[in-house]
């Protein structure tokens, strides 16, 4: 399983961001896709998720401005920001949790993509 994580960079504070989770190996639309980030200094951070059937849930810190969708013909997971903050800087991470029997998961992690809000 190999999640590729892009567009991240430098960004003005109050435009917009947009990152992209490319998958292979795995089938976004069948688990749960979640983007994580980490501040420096911090730890690692939930921030989106998306569920097979798909259900969206937000951090609080970015509920409102963010939408994490999924193009299942791209087998690709997004993440748009708008108005990002300087709190939003941080390292974001691609997370894909494919079901398995009960209510257990086998998790992947990407690599991540450095994101710079500037102000």
């Known amino acids: 399983v190999q999640l590729q994580a892009s567009g991240g960079g430098l960004v003005q504070a109050g435009g917009s961001l947009r990152l992209s989770c490319a998958a292979s190996?795995?089938?976004?639309?069948?688990?749960?896709m979640a983007w994580y980030r980490q501040a420096p200094g911090k730890q690692r951070e939930w921030v989106a998720s998306?569920?097979?059937?798909?259900?969206?849930s937000y951090a609080d810190s970015v509920k409102g401005r963010s939408t994490i969708s999924r193009d299942n013909g791209k087998n690709t997971v997004y993440l748009q920001m708008s108005s990002p903050k300087s709190e939003d800087t941080g390292v974001y991470y691609c997370?894909?949790?494919?079901?398995?029997?009960?209510?257990?998961?086998?998790?992947?992690w990407g690599r991540g993509t450095q994101v710079t809000v500037s102000s």
């Open positions: 997370k894909a949790e494919e079901p398995l029997l009960a209510r257990y998961t086998r998790d992947f």
């Open positions: 190996g795995t089938i976004v639309s069948r688990n749960v």
């Open positions: 998306i569920t097979s059937g798909g259900t969206t």
